[in-house]
């Protein structure tokens, strides 16, 4: 279903299908290309172009099309919208439930995108999960209400509303559970990591300080923007006039130092070289404030290049040519 839908610029907005539905109940004969003279020209929700909107409920098998090829909502949604306040809901769900039973769609709600805001105590799940490829079907889900952007990072990521959580739990996770882990196992893993992280940096930043005797201008970044690559902007000597130490925070707990890299941090740490640090923290010396982490300077070629260490790749970005 996501692969037909794919080639359209919209999927609909709820006032378009609002009197899109309203016509049909209203009686008289419609075709598609009765309806799409209908909304010819028309400006609905800042939106002029409409061609999706019938394909995706002819495919979420809410109208079909009689011998006479005239369009007739399904008998099972009659009556349901003929309430307006209920239309909207109930269309989403038509066109999710319909969607659900495609596993493309699992490619996007997948645990590699989906994270969990400890703060805000929400699902979030990235844009990029999307993509230009779903970008129509990411609009509809904001236009519905499904989902909103992220008050901090509205352009990276999306929450999934309150009022469809219950949904989205008793629709979504099962199947995300069969591919990997329950979405609560991934709340908790997330919300456990995001906590040691919170905590790693924290530590990290008052080393900082003590360490250039409390010089201003060190800084966590990564709450501003967590694309950076690094956690804290700082300084290598107290005499330094412009930041010039990029450090990207990792935390670990056990005997032997370890941690995950990902693209865009070693991607970055290959840009700033000299200038870019990674502090290895052992959560279990948190509370002590004599301890210091293990700093490596330049991990591209002190990490990558050595032997010392041992690099393993978790997963593999796989594109057909």
């Not at 269309?91 to 805000?120: C, H, M, R």
């Not at 300084?235 to 935390?251: A, H, L, Q, Y």
């Not at 056990?254 to 990902?262: A, D, E, I, V």
Request: charged content about 30%; some cysteine; hydrophobic content about 35%.
């Amino acid at each position: 279903m996501l692969e037909e839908l794919r080639k359209f610029n919209n999927l609909g907005t709820p006032l378009y299908f609002w009197e899109l539905l309203e016509q049909l109940r209203n009686g008289g004969s419609w075709s598609q290309e009765d309806l799409e003279k209908y909304f010819f020209n028309r400006v609905i929700d800042d939106r002029g172009v409409f061609d999706g909107c019938i394909p995706l409920l002819k495919l979420s098998k809410i109208i079909n099309v009689n011998e006479s090829g005239d369009i007739e909502i399904k008998f099972e949604y009659k009556y349901i919208f003929h309430n307006k306040e209920l239309c909207q809901g109930e269309l989403l769900k038509g066109v999710l439930s319909e969607l659900l039973k495609d596993s493309e769609l699992f490619n996007i709600f997948s645990p590699e995108y989906i994270s969990y805001d400890v703060v805000y105590k929400r699902i979030h799940i990235d844009f990029s999960a999307f993509g230009l490829k779903y970008a129509n079907l990411r609009t509809l889900l904001i236009d519905f209400g499904f989902c909103e952007p992220h008050p901090y990072f509205p352009t990276k990521k999306l929450i999934i509303c309150h009022e469809w959580k219950k949904f989205f739990d008793k629709n979504f996770v099962p199947e995300i559970r069969k591919r990997k882990m329950s979405l609560e196992e991934l709340r908790k893993i997330l919300e456990h990591q995001q906590t040691n992280g919170a905590e790693a940096e924290e530590f990290v930043l008052e080393f900082e300080k003590r360490r250039l005797n409390n010089k201003e201008g060190v800084q966590q970044v990564s709450f501003d923007d967590a694309g950076l690559g690094y956690d804290i902007l700082s300084f290598n000597t107290t005499d330094s006039v412009t930041e010039d130490r990029f450090i990207e925070v990792k935390s670990y707990s056990g005997l032997k130092p370890y941690f995950f890299w990902s693209k865009n941090e070693v991607s970055v740490a290959g840009r700033n070289r000299d200038k870019y640090y990674i502090y290895l923290v052992d959560r279990s010396e948190f509370n002590n404030k004599d301890y210091e982490p293990e700093i490596i300077s330049n991990p591209v070629k002190n990490i990558l290049d050595n032997d010392e260490w041992s690099v393993e790749i978790d997963k593999y970005h796989i594109t057909k040519k």
